[in-house]
């Protein structure tokens, strides 16, 4: 049985019988991203910033947390913008 990420995590949520491979995983809060990936996420500067750079600090914060899921091999990503 292979499963996509979106149908492990489901399973795992509703309990189902084990099926091969790892079991799902995700953060509710990851902190350790520097350290992971050698670039900081912007969580500060966002009341002084303009549009487009928050535009920006967005965009950057969305593609780094793509990449620690994909480090991490996460099934779901948690995401309070």
């Known amino acids: 049985m292979n499963l996509k ?17 790892k079991v799902p995983t995700f ?11 050698g670039k900081p996420m912007h ?10 750079e928050r ?3 967005l965009k950057e914060n969305a593609e780094i947390y793509l990449e620690v899921a994909e480090r991490l091999d996460y099934c779901i990503l948690m995401l309070s913008y």
């Open 5 to 21: 990420p979106r149908e492990k995590a489901i399973a795992a949520l509703e309990l189902r019988r084990p099926y091969p491979g």
């Open 27 to 37: 953060e509710l809060e990851f902190q350790l991203t520097e350290e992971l990936l």
């Open 43 to 52: 969580l500060t500067g966002w009341d002084k910033a303009t549009a487009s």
């Open 55 to 57: 535009e920006r600090m």
